[in-house]
């Protein structure tokens, strides 16, 4: 019978700058499931490294226990695939996923979305990854093509409307 994760510390959120990317890439190193950290993070963050159509609009986010990295995200403005906006980055510690975190993070993203007038979002998903695309899904993200989901409205995530 699966086990239920049992209860995680306060989680807290901030807005990240690339003086995060190092506590980031620890997080992700104590996974050695998940591989690196993409190691241009940090010039992603100061606007020195731009994922193709990318636009100099973007944000990241932490999620912290205590001092240490839970997770993250970023997301930036694009015109990939026709959409305006683009998730860069999600990841979440073993210790942490199924407790909500991702979500929370994928919500601060959406509404930095919004607040840039920015509805059309894509992500590029790791297909391999059952819990990726599930993830998207249950996020109200669809298909664009075999690695890529969409939403035609990133506010159906702070609406709460599923897929």
Known sequence: MPQTPGPIPTVRYREATSADVPAMAGCRAADPQSGPADPRMAAYLDGRHHP????????????LVGDAVAGYIAGHATTRYGYAGEVQYLYVAPAYRRHGVAGHLLRLVAHWFQTQGIRRVCVNADVESAGAVAFYTAHGASPLNQYWYRWDDIGVILAGKRG
């Open 52 to 63: 193709q159509q990318a636009l100099a609009a973007r944000i990241a986010f932490v999620a």
